[in-house]
């Protein structure tokens, strides 16, 4: 994470409402959130105010440049300055102790930048997971079942283990690799949350990679609610449980009930999105998979979601019947076949006396 302090001066005639920030395409990509905060008040007694940032589109941004949109308190009168936080830097560069300081910059063509490179030791663990694919199956018989894949890297010193932050109630937990169950994992929970702290299989080395699949069950009442126009919605959280982990790309697959029509979604933040279909146990249509995905997760996208879809409630004895009438027709079958008589016998002579 990068921090910059602007100062921006209105020089026009009418006042601005808003301030327009441009990334270079170099940048883009590697981008997970950009958040600004104005200064108000002096020294001791300052604060910081968080103001609403939006990605925006110019049709004529040159270079591939991304923008966006930093909405002010105030209007920004042409003799007052504003300054916000973001980043950025290039030579002249000035070091004094572990401080590194560039510019002041003067003249510099619009839309123009220069790369850089900070390397600097870290020898706290620091792990990545490039892919992260959590799914959220819904049970209409009082089940949320969650269930998480991780690709983890370690690109920083060696790591022993890592933190995940659960729901509370949470019910039977697993964790597990492509050779089996992995009893090093110790599960602490109250009213409040539930903590699963986990250890991989061997302790990770720089560069070293690790996959894994945890797993787990929640209270259906206390993530599914029924809106004012009768649809049903889950309310659940976006990113990822693990503390303090960047992923690379999150895929997050809510599988509603069989049955389930008119899908959509709220979320706080842009994110792709489209539609699957999945077949288990009993199902006939199939179920309808809402998939979301999204690069460059960091713990700012930790914040509910909601999913709304309506559903038949006759749906939910559908299963059961399936059931039964199998049964019945496998007893009736056992029925009828111990009361036929399938052997084969031989017809009786008789012979007519002269």
Known sequence: MNLDLFQVENTGTAPANEVLLAFPPTQVDHLAVVKAKAATGKRKKRTYITLDVKPTELPDAPNGAKYFIISLLNPLNSDTNFKSESFTRVEPTNRVSTELKYGPYEDRTPYSFSPIIVHF???????????LVREVEISHWGNLQITEHYK?????????????????????????????????SHLRTDYQKSELEIEPRYPLFGGWKATFVIGYGLPLQDFLFESSDGKRYLNFSFGCPLAEIV????????????????????????????LETKYSYLDVVGRTVLVLEKKNVVPEHNSPFQVYYTFNQMFVLAEPLMLVS?????FVACVAYLHIDLSIHKPSQHFAKF
């Open 121 to 131: 030791e870290n020898n706290n663990p620091f792990a990545v997971v490039e892919e």
């Open 152 to 184: 983890l890297v370690h690109a920083g010193a060696r790591h022993k283990g890592v933190f995940s932050r659960l729901p509370p109630r949470v019910h039977s937990v697993y964790y597990r690799d492509e050779i089996g169950n992995i009893s090093s």
């Open 247 to 274: 992923v690379d790309k999150l895929t997050i697959k809510v599988v509603l009930p069989e049955g389930s029509k008119d899908p959509s979604i709220v979320v706080p933040f842009p994110v792709e999105q489209h």
């Open 326 to 330: 199998a049964f019945f027709f496998f």
